[in-house]
């Protein structure tokens, strides 16, 4: 690894499974200290005392990421505990589908507060450090629902919004050394889907192959293939990508 790798500090949100959980690992592989938050704290710790034991640094910390006060202390935490945070993966999610006559006032503000605050707080303060240092790399987790999903007024409006807020983070950033990406995921087998699959009462297994089957890959994706794709997104190689949402999904999509 370079050594200029092995000196910085990558936050994940959301990490305490799925998406988040795989790419912190990733990311510890490739030589970041990576600093795992999360509601779950204990799924975390598990998650960075592996990192830890694998010979990486890691620690783990409970924030609710919609709340201004908690991201600034936890956002300090990791900078005083790992180095200048320079790394963000805005993971954190939630699940609130509904059909619209049926979304509560509440499903709707959950939504926007976890996916759209969250990553706007969480950007703010993970800013300064990465202009203070002259080099950063923020990565939003879009989604394929943001080109509408039944079902899902709330979270489809959420991960659209976040691919407005990438580009616009690009274009503020970019003279700091800052890159701004998002990833659009297809379908990918995480208990987020395994859920959905519940609320629909339908088999998981049956779930994930009809899912494959309108899939030109002939396959659901994991969480590595994301974390993967995050792993270049945050790389020196990829510092003339900025502004792009790329979908991940095993297929072309709008």
Same mark, same amino acid.
């Given at each position: 690894?370079?050594?200029?790798?092995?000196?910085?500090?990558?936050?994940?949100?959301?990490?305490?499974?799925?998406?988040?959980?795989?790419?912190?690992?990733?990311?510890?592989?490739?030589?970041?200290?990576?600093?795992?938050?999360?509601?779950?704290?204990?799924?975390?710790?598990?998650?960075?005392?592996?990192?830890?034991?694998?010979?990486?640094?890691?620690?783990?910390?409970?924030?609710?990421?919609?709340?201004?006060?908690?991201?600034?202390?936890?956002?300090?935490?990791?900078? #005083?505990?790992?180095?200048?945070?320079?790394?963000?993966?805005?993971?954190? %999610?939630?699940?609130?589908?509904?059909?619209?006559?049926?979304?509560?006032?509440?499903?709707? #503000?959950?939504?926007?507060?976890?996916?759209?605050?969250?990553?706007?707080?969480?950007?703010?303060?993970?800013?300064?450090?990465?202009?203070?240092?002259?080099?950063?790399?923020?990565?939003?987790?879009?989604?394929?629902?943001?080109? %509408?999903?039944? %079902?899902?007024?709330?979270?489809?409006?959420?991960?659209?919004?976040?691919?407005?807020?990438?580009?616009?983070?690009?274009?503020?950033?970019?003279?700091?050394?800052?890159?701004?990406?998002?990833?659009?995921?297809?379908?990918?087998?995480?208990?987020?889907?395994?859920?959905?699959?519940?609320?629909?009462?339908?088999?998981?297994?049956?779930?994930?192959?009809?899912?494959?089957?309108?899939?030109?890959?002939?396959?659901?994706?994991?969480?590595?293939?994301?974390?993967?794709?995050?792993?270049?997104?945050?790389?020196?190689?990829?510092?003339?990508?900025?502004?792009?949402?790329?979908?991940?999904?095993?297929?072309?999509?709008?």
């Amino acid at each position: 690894m370079a050594a200029e790798t092995a000196s910085r500090v990558a936050i994940v949100t959301g990490a305490a499974r799925g998406i988040g959980a795989a790419t912190a690992w990733r990311l510890a592989q490739d030589g970041f200290a990576v600093a795992l938050l999360d509601l779950d704290v204990q799924s975390c710790a598990d998650a960075a005392e592996k990192i830890n034991a694998s010979g990486g640094r890691a620690l783990a910390a409970a924030v609710d990421v919609s709340d201004s006060d908690q991201v600034a202390a936890v956002v300090q935490k990791v900078a #005083d505990e790992l180095g200048a945070p320079t790394v963000l993966v805005n993971n954190a %999610g939630i699940l609130r589908d509904n059909l619209l006559f049926k979304m509560t006032d509440g499903d709707w #503000d959950a939504v926007m507060n976890v996916h759209l605050r969250g990553a706007f707080l969480m950007s703010r303060a993970v800013q300064k450090f990465q202009t203070e240092q002259g080099w950063g790399r923020i990565v939003n987790l879009s989604s394929t629902s943001a080109l %509408g999903n039944r %079902g899902q007024a709330n979270y489809a409006t959420a991960k659209a919004g976040l691919q407005g807020f990438t580009k616009t983070l690009a274009i503020e950033l970019g003279k700091f050394g800052v890159t701004v990406n998002a990833i659009a995921p297809g379908f990918i087998a995480t208990e987020m889907t395994a859920a959905t699959a519940a609320r629909m009462k339908v088999d998981f297994e049956d779930f994930k192959k009809a899912a494959a089957a309108a899939i030109p890959v002939a396959r659901v994706g994991t969480p590595d293939d994301i974390a993967h794709t995050v792993s270049f997104l945050v790389s020196d190689g990829a510092g003339f990508v900025s502004g792009q949402v790329i979908y991940v999904a095993g297929g072309p999509k709008d």
